[in-house]
């Protein structure tokens, strides 16, 4: 994501409550009657899933005008991502971000007054590569896809983000603030992220199987996407050889509990008894 827009927009937070356009709503007005749920699977990618952002404080001292401006924001905040990685969230100060990245603490100053700051702009910079990441995943028919390779199209590329961006998690993992502190910012991006997810599992669900009803189809979105969330974390911190068999238990788990609601089996016609 360019810089300049990274901190034009991490100056401003999405509230956990933030207005979003739901899911649920989308799918019930969408799905006919007759249960034909085409009509819908071409709403999951159009669907805008993201909350309007709310005004905040102004948390940057100086927003990059130039390309070699915004350069050096870029710089900043990979040196950040890669002392979050390697040292923990703690350890990214000012000084140490700064000295990653090859620059005087100065220049960090010249753009943010103060290392929440960096972490927000980090933040919004992971939530636009995990929204492009959302709209790639989730096809625009899921009939005729097997449930199997439907869970992976969304699962895999998932589990390689979480894999190429190690800070991630620890990011997302910063202490909630007030409203108008920057600290907060991850958080409230972390619950929007989540909160859109799950409105685009309802939509998928809702055009896979136009029978479910609003409220289980809704319970069925949270409690996927939140197994999903939970293993990928612990799968985040968990050593190499466990990594790809998490990734295949995640890939069961949901598999087993999604088949029986997404794929139920077709009800038996009874066939007529013979007359003797």
Do not use: C
Not at 6 to 15: C, L
Not at 145 to 166: G, Q, S
Not at 221 to 234: D, K, N, P
């Amino acid at each position: 994501m360019p810089a300049k827009r990274a901190v034009r927009s991490a100056a401003r937070g999405t509230a956990p409550g933030g207005t979003v356009r739901s899911a649920t709503r989308v799918a019930d007005d969408a799905v006919p009657a007759s249960g034909a749920g085409a009509s819908v699977g071409t709403e999951i990618a159009a669907v805008p899933m993201t909350a309007p952002e709310a005004p905040a404080a102004d948390a940057f001292r100086r927003r990059p005008r130039q390309s070699r401006g915004q350069a050096r924001v870029e710089l900043l905040l990979d040196a950040a991502a890669a002392v979050i990685a390697e040292q923990g969230l703690q350890a990214a100060t000012a000084e140490a971000i700064a000295l990653r990245a090859k620059t005087a603490k100065g220049s960090l100053y010249q753009f943010f007054p103060n290392r929440d700051a960096v972490l927000a702009a980090l933040a919004l910079r992971y939530a636009d590569e995990m929204r492009a990441i959302h709209e790639r995943a989730f096809p625009m028919d899921p009939h005729g896809v097997p449930l199997d390779r439907l869970i992976d199209r969304i699962v895999k590329p998932l589990a390689e983000f979480h894999d190429t961006h190690p800070a991630f998690r620890r990011v997302f993992a910063t202490v909630e603030g007030p409203a108008d502190d920057t600290r907060s910012a991850p958080t409230r991006l972390r619950a929007q992220l989540f909160e859109s997810f799950v409105d685009r599992l309802d939509v998928l669900f809702a055009a896979r199987n136009p029978t479910l009803t609003t409220r289980d189809r809704r319970r069925v979105a949270l409690v996927a996407a939140s197994l999903g969330q939970s293993l990928l974390a612990r799968r985040g911190r968990a050593v190499p050889a466990e990594k790809k068999p998490l990734l295949d238990d995640l890939r069961r788990i949901l598999l087993a509990y999604l088949q029986p609601v997404l794929d139920p089996p077709a009800a038996k016609s009874r066939s007529p008894r013979k007359k003797r």
